[in-house]
């Protein structure tokens, strides 16, 4: 069936399956890092200012560093893209997505040995273990807005506004029928993610709960695929 579609619904098609992969992965990333690290969120990372302001003192340090941290990633991430673009724009996706399944097999590694229950954590490798994660989820931010869209697959807040400004225009708007349709396909791909994200949040926790750190398998997997599966769109032969 796949090998019958056209070069751009096939590319459509697959952004559509990867958006809705990102958005299992950060709801499922974000649900075990909280469990698992203390109430540290590595995908949401803004969450952990309001939970450092309301347990002041030594316990918020990691918490606080991790919202540079994630900066600091998205700005690694996003230049490294811009190199691999100019020797090869058709490897960008690709490689980035390898670079994100490289830091969750990390984050995995690392949290198995530091962290084998939900209350082993320690401040030392709430830090280590959160950082990785965090840089993990700012190379996944990269993904989304170099993947061209619109929306967030790391937290679903800004997604949600957008879900809601364009289910206003529909039922309330009086756009023409061409301008309706492309809003009514963007609803959709917001709302498949929003989906994704509070699925992935919830069997995160189920696994987490069932096989503690050895949870984070699941996403490594998935983000390799993705790798795998844009080389393969993205690959010259395919595109000729």
Known sequence: MIALLSPSRLAARWDATRAVTLGLVGGYVDTVGYIMLRGLFPNHVTGNLPIAAAHPGRSAIPLLIMVPLF?????????????????????VLPVILAVEAALLGLFLVLGVALVPDRDA??????????????????VQSVVTRLGGYVFPT????GTLTLLGMDSAQVLFG??????RALIVRRIKAFGRVVLAFAVGAAFGGLMTAVVQF????????????CAWGQARVDSPQRSR
């Open 71 to 91: 900066l600091a990633a998205v700005i690694a991430a996003a230049a490294a893209a811009g190199c691999i673009g100019r020797r090869n724009p058709s490897s």
């Open 121 to 138: 954590s320690t401040l030392v490798t709430q830090a280590i273990v959160g950082a990785v994660g965090v840089c993990a989820m700012g």
């Open 154 to 157: 790391t937290m679903v807040t």
């Open 174 to 179: 009086t756009q023409p029928s061409a301008e």
């Open 214 to 225: 050895w949870a984070i398998v699941l996403p490594v997997a998935a983000v390799a695929l």
